[in-house]
C-alpha cells in the first residue's frame, strides 16, 4: 500500500525555467510533509517542509504547496539550476506536526537540469 | 559537527553470513531510525528508536533482522543469515527531539 506516491519517475528541465515535482498522499492523518533531495552515493538531504496548518512555504528558490482537500503537494524550484540535478523525494509524518515519528517516503523523482 | 556516520560503506558477502551495519549518530540527537532504499520498495523505515529505546520495529522485514542501540552514540543493524534479496542500500538517520531527520551515507549491501 503506497501511502505516498510520486507519479513521475523522472523530469527534465532547461536552466533558468522552473521545476514542479508532485506527490500524492491517501493517509488523511499525515500533518506534516518534507521534501529531501538525494545526490548519488550520498544520503538524502532535508530541503523543505511544511505542516499542514499552512498551504505554502517559501525557502529562497524552493516552496512547497499543500492542497489537502486534494491529498497533494508540490514542490516548485525557480530558477532551476543543473546543480539541482538529483533525485528529489517526497515524505509524510503523522506525529503531531514534527518528524519524530516515522517519515513515508515516496518512490522518488528524478530531476535533471540541461544547461 | 561530522553529521551521522556509517560503516562500512560497502559490504559484499555471501549469502549465510552475519552481517553488521553501523551508526553513530549525530552528538545530542535523541532519535535514530533505519531505512533501506531498493528499487523495488525505495525508501522504507525498518525501525527507529528514542532514547535508545526501540520504539516501532513494524518495518523489520524478517526476523533475521535484528537492531541494538546500547548508548546514544551507536547503533547496529544485522542481518543473520544474509540473503540475496538484502541486496540494498542502508541508511541511518538521527534526529533531536522531533526536529529534521538527518541522514547518513548509506550502507551499500551486496549478498551474493
Known amino acids: 500500500d503506497q501511502q505516498v506516491k510520486q507519479n513521475s519517475p523522472s523530469l527534465s528541465v532547461q536552466e533558468g525555467r522552473i521545476s514542479i515535482l508532485n506527490c500524492d498522499y491517501t493517509?488523511?492523518?499525515?500533518?506534516?510533509f518534507l521534501w529531501y533531495k538525494k545526490y548519488p552515493a550520498e544520503g538524502p538531504t532535508f530541503l523543505i517542509s511544511i505542516s499542514s496548518i499552512k498551504d505554502k512555504n517559501e525557502d529562497g528558490r524552493f516552496t512547497v504547496f499543500l492542497n489537502k482537500s486534494a491529498k497533494h503537494l508540490s514542490l516548485h524550484i525557480v530558477p532551476s539550476q543543473p546543480g539541482d540535478s538529483a533525485v528529489y523525494f517526497c515524505a509524510a509524518s503523522t506525529a503531531g506536526g514534527t518528524s519524530y515519528g516515522k517519515l513515508t517516503f515516496g518512490q522518488g523523482t528524478i530531476l535533471t537540469v540541461h544547461p | 559537527d561530522a553529521g551521522v556516520i556509517q560503516s562500512p560503506r560497502h559490504e559484499v558477502t555471501e549469502m549465510g553470513q552475519e552481517v553488521t551495519l553501523r551508526c553513530k549518530p549525530i552528538s545530542g540527537h535523541n532519535s535514530l531510525f533505519w531505512y533501506r532504499q531498493t528499487m523495488m520498495r525505495g525508501l522504507e523505515l525498518l525501525i527507529y528508536f528514542n532514547n535508545n529505546v526501540p520504539i516501532d520495529d513494524s518495518g523489520m522485514p524478517e526476523d533475521r533482522f535484528s537492531a541494538k542501540m546500547p548508548n546514544a552514540s551507536f547503533s547496529t543493524l544485522k542481518i543473520q543469515p544474509s540473503e540475496p534479496r538484502d541486496s540494498a542500500v542502508y541508511f541511518c538517520?538521527?534526529?533531536?527531539?522531533?526536529?529534521?531527520?538527518?541522514f547518513g551515507p548509506g550502507t551499500r549491501l551486496l549478498v551474493l
Open positions: 538517520a538521527s534526529s533531536s527531539y522531533g526536529e529534521t531527520q538527518y
Open positions: 493517509n488523511s492523518m499525515f500533518d506534516y
